[in-house]
């Protein structure tokens, strides 16, 4: 009895930390993959950027980490601040490759509650204005055809 009481003890405690493990890629297939596909390639010609290897450019800069927060998919998303958190990171971990930043910090709930109540206005323009603040840092984002 007692073996079976510390058997159900344990699969419930270690139960959150895999929940949390999946959530990330469940949430990319339930909320992004319509738009973003399974191999994060986008569909640039209709205005949905690849992430693959370029992606990572802006969690280099705050105003960039923003705009990640405002993009409708994820400001949209109804998921919350850590369940966001995770999916960021799961993007940057998975398609960002050489364009992640040297010194990049993983997004934590805190920074998503934080950038999420910042106005950004229009999200497009708002991309154009971080997409000249990368330039300036010799840094390109992928290509974005909205006029
Ligand atoms: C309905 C289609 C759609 C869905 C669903 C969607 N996105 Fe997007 N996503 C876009 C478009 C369009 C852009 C271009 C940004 C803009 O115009 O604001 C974009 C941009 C992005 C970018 C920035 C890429 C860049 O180069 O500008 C990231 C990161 C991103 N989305 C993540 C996500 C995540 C994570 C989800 C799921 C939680 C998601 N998106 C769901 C359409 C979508």
Redesign the pocket.
């Known amino acids: 009895m007692k073996l079976i009481t510390a058997l159900v003890f344990a699969a419930i405690t270690t139960l959150p930390a895999q929940a949390a493990d999946r959530a990330a890629d469940t949430?990319?297939v339930l909320?992004?993959?319509?738009?973003?596909l399974t191999d994060g390639s986008?569909l640039p010609s209709?205005?949905?950027?690849?992430?693959v290897d370029?992606?990572g450019v802006?969690a280099a800069l705050p105003e960039g980490r923003a705009?990640?927060l405002?993009?409708?998919?994820?400001i949209g998303?109804s998921?919350s601040d850590a369940e966001?958190a995770d999916?960021?990171n799961?993007?940057m971990d998975t398609w960002a490759g050489p364009s992640l930043p040297e010194h990049y910090t993983p997004f934590t709930p805190a920074e998503v509650a934080e950038l999420k109540a910042q106005n950004v206005g229009n999200?497009?323009k708002y991309?154009r204005l971080v997409v000249e603040r990368l330039k300036l840092l010799g840094l390109d984002?992928?290509d974005?055809p909205?006029p």
């Open positions: 949430n990319f909320k992004c993959v319509g738009c973003h986008g209709a205005g949905i950027p690849d992430f370029q992606v802006f705009y990640l405002h993009v409708p998919g994820v998303s998921l966001i999916v960021l799961y993007v999200a497009v991309r984002a992928a974005y909205w």
